[in-house]
């Protein structure tokens, strides 16, 4: 690992004085570091061309930032460290705390590596494409900017799945599923499992149950009825306004490496960050 | 009762169109007959007149429409009506098929009366009063034109209750419970339980519960966050934008008065409307 | 308040030596006490005699043994007052590490009281009654010894509200909101709502939700199916064993008086005792 | 598919005839069948030497008797067929209305074949094995006989999960994800997803989510407290009593093969046999 790439959560002084530290760190352990435009002072190389450049990313910020990060990663077998300073972590490593123990431990080749895969959402209009986005966590069909549900359609591998009004629909990877998916009451479901859940947002109906599908899945959504503009969210950013009519395919699309050390086990965050089955800690 | 007033669902042919049939007989039938700006062709009289001059007010809509003309009747006991045009009618009494039948049962008193609460909602900003507003089905506080969730406090009583992170929060009546609060995950609450349910939209976090408190507890809410403008939402319609800061005192306010026939009971419109317990009827 | 009632968690030696404790507290404060069975090594008074006899009665032990002993002291307005040793304690106010000054501020008038209502159960079998019970948490029918579901109408004031396949149902008083009928998926009730829940307990079906009904609701239950005899269970504990065609009225019944502290809210305590909406403490 | 093997739902006078109306006609065909203990008037073949002799098994019953011949099948690529009489049917293929020309297409080479996966539970007790069994459904840990909760922890891959107070646990392969797991609350999960739910059954606290699980995970169980002897039950049969200290160890085991036809698809039993979001059909 010679070629270090750093990104620091944008617009905050807390990462950016730890991006610097780190980056004055690595070079002195002889490093060769990259960094993109969120660290201000520095040579900066556009985060798009970091995954052909670098033998590990290491990101400052909370899963927010590590998945902006990560998007640009998705097919490359780089590994991707996080260091949290967010509220919840799933997918971030380290405290800010040791970050530099972390970062040396990794370089040390002591860390594992998980891979995500994340799905990619093509959406299209009256026959057109519209522009097409990944996501790691999840993609949100969902209504916006007006109180009133919309009505859509879902289908798999080309056989109707169901109708529903409601406030949205979640397609998550297992890495979403502690994300937005957990909030509209879908189940935790492990990195390991290759599965997409589908958990419904506020659905108006009472015989309703999120549903685990494969990963493998082809799945389509059809907005057939919208009171005003749709927002398609990916990992809980607005990446498209739909109206009815519109059809949504998501698919299984290329993984990201994160690195982690083998010390903190997935059980262990579910219980300290949600507080799961009522332990702060063991 | 003499004078009947008639509002028909705005722009809606079919509504219109019964809303003439039904004026027709009501004069065929010697009544006087008032009609707001919702049925054009005849002497408008203002909504907002209706409460202290009809002795029954006829609605010709959904639940939506109903709840619009209702809003305007709280705190008299002149009896409504609904026929139902729409998707759920838990407000609504008759179908559109037999409406003549139901409103002459009414008019030859046959019918009984459901009283139902409404909740008013004050919003504060830096100490000085927002307009307020009333709601029959619920009070919803929610996030809105943004994907990233608020945060906010709930008081009651003067005694802090819990702080959330979440896509926003229904207080409902009962009436309310079977409406935006049902989608929540909210239980069903009997129109003649006194209480407010209080449902999480989305929180992200696991040990949570609904609550139903007792109608009369003064509630206080406080945004602590919002990205954007978070919405006040009164019945399903956006009643003010609020920010960071803002307070929202909730509490039980007066009554409207609904018309039924006895031969409809409510657990057979759960069962028949909400498929509950499995049935689609008995 | 010149006489006292003891009475402590059976065969446990903790609330036995609390009790002694007590016991020669109040003696040399001059007031009467008298103890039931509970207590080795005094005078016995039946816990049944004690409402006619005590001014307070101090319950040492779980909210399971404040359950037992305030079923004697259903209608009766005595104050009860009971001291924690067990794990959840929502009826039981004080800690056992500051029994002496809860119960020295509960004598010197400092005490609110609380009431609760209870709930009569009636079973019936070919038409002849079976003993009847009285409940201050929850009425529960539910199978037992045998793996297979038992399935169960239900009707309230005369009127059919479903028909289910479930491992049982709960009937919960708000008090008994945070008990079985939360483990169930129930709401949390205040203890201000005059209301009951109905819960079922794993329901082999999907469109179902908790229901708040009246207090008042008289409501009757039918055994339909049973492969083995089901269980009526009060407070937790088994009444009954029943056999299909078996039918149990539940009715609003008298009331008990719990004494509280004024520090200690009802919100803080579920906050505490349920990590509600994520806090241990605030 | 020369040699037929049929079994019938014993006691059930429907099932016997339908039975004999299968075994005349697949002779009539020239077929050689071969059938266990449940039809009676015909040379019995115990049903455990079934798979070694069979081309096809047909199971006439619901899918509690196609479960009983199942598990005799596991780890042999034999194909079931399932012949449904029962109330919800998701293993089953066919309703006995059109049994034979079911049978008739499955026999012209028409069907298809769906793998499912078992759970192997092994208990131990003091260091000692007792009694080990398997389950195409589910395996569940619960109290029995007593109203009272059990405690229990959770490990898998050796680490620690949680520890839990409640009325039991469901593991369940995705065929038992709509059977008793979805009582529980648990997410339905797609028979191709490769995973275990994890489904407290009406634990004691709020903070709770099922959770999904490779179906390689290894998992213990350890029975903590119990107040009278639990139940370690198998695809809803009690398997075996156990105590507290008691540890049950469950992990993937071999396949059985269902035969169905490609008409029917999964989502369209969701729909119909759940009434999943609302339908009873398209």
Known sequence: MQTIGVSAKLHDERAGSLARELIDWLRRQGREVLVDDTVPGFDELPLVEMPA???????????????????RFIGHDTPILGINLGRLGFLTEAAAGNMLEVVGQVLAGRAKIKTHFSLEAQAWRDGQALESGHAINDVVLQRNDHPRMIEFEMHVYGHFMFRLRADGLVLATPAGSTAYALSAGGPIVHPEVAAISVVPI?????????????????????????????????????????????????????????????????????RSKLLWAGHAQE
Chains 1, 2, 3, 4 share one sequence.
């Open 53 to 71: 450049r670098v033998d590990l990313m290491v990101v400052l910020g909370g899963d927010g930032t590590l998945l902006h990060v990560a998007r």
């Open 202 to 270: 506020c659905p108006h109906i009472l015989s309703n149950r999120p549903v685990v599908l494969p990963a493998s899945a082809g799945i389509e959504l059809i907005l057939i009825e919208s009171p005003a503009p749709a927002a398609l969210n990916l990992d809980g950013q607005v990446h498209h306004e739909l109206c009815a009519g519109d059809r949504i395919q998501v698919n299984q699309a290329g993984t990201v490496s994160l690195a982690y050390l083998p010390e903190r086990h997935y059980f262990e965050v579910l």
